[in-house]
């Protein structure tokens, strides 16, 4: 059954580096999306994306944040300058056509020191 | 703002104990509601989409219903490997908006 994968499973870093996480969704899904859920908290939208363009964002994806489609196969979300904050586990999404069921990968869990 | 309310924040069932876990949501018009199921440290696993008032889906020994307010995750004759943490989110109908907007959750705990 087809997944969504996402790599490394966990990051450590320091505070001002930056970090790019990866995912490669679903291989026919056309609506890739990133979500982070901060440690005991709720499940939060970050950024959608589709046809090669930012169709969303949440007030959270700030100037520090940016997604990429470098390939045809590969997501990624970079965070330019991490604050400690940002420790989390980032979760990357796909759906298809219509957009509407969204099937998560395994998460990134984020540490930033 | 769309908003949801999952209620119990906990549960513990013994093994074969049905019950039903409530998801009470605001929306601008819905898309879709969505259940999930999350092991620790793991990504949500898709369960249900419901997409109108009166629909149901079953899955084992889940069902999911939904009403204009709320939704519930029904499930009969539990068992430990049920254990995890459900979570219910709503997309908003509104043009080009996919974001899911999530509840808290239920933590579920199922004893033998």
């Known amino acids: 059954e087809p997944e969504v994968t996402q790599t490394p499973s966990h990051q450590v870093t320091q505070m001002g580096q930056e970090v790019i996480l990866r995912c490669v969704p679903i291989?026919?899904?056309?609506?890739f999306y990133w979500y982070r859920q901060i440690l005991g908290q709720k499940v939060e939208f970050l950024v959608s994306?589709?046809?090669?363009?930012?169709?969303?964002k949440s007030e959270i994806f700030d100037d520090q944040f940016s997604v990429e489609r470098p390939d045809g196969s590969n997501f990624t979300l970079k965070i330019r300058s991490t604050k400690l904050e940002d420790s989390a586990m980032y979760f990357c999404?796909?759906?298809?056509?219509?957009?509407?069921?969204?099937?998560f990968g395994p998460g990134t869990r984020l540490l930033v020191l | 703002e769309d908003q949801v309310t999952q209620s119990p924040e906990a549960l513990r069932l013994q093994e074969g104990e049905s019950s039903s876990l409530n998801c009470s949501y605001t929306?601008?018009?819905?898309?879709?509601l969505f259940w999930y199921r999350q092991d620790p440290g793991k990504g949500p696993e898709f369960l249900f989409t419901?997409?109108?008032a009166g629909e149901e889906k079953e899955k084992e020994r889940l069902k999911a219903t939904l009403t204009k307010k709320e939704s519930f995750l029904h499930i009969t004759a539990p068992k430990p490997e049920d254990s995890a943490t459900y979570l219910c989110?709503?997309?908003?109908?509104?043009?080009?908006?996919?974001?899911?907007?999530f509840g808290s959750g239920t933590r579920l705990q199922v004893q033998p």
């Open positions: 291989s026919n899904h056309l609506y």
């Open positions: 994306f589709y046809n090669n363009e930012i169709s969303e």
């Open positions: 419901l997409y109108s």
């Open positions: 929306v601008s018009g819905l898309r879709g």
């Open positions: 999404a796909s759906s298809g056509a219509s957009g509407e069921t969204q099937y």
């Open positions: 989110a709503v997309q908003a109908r509104d043009t080009g908006r996919r974001a899911l907007t």
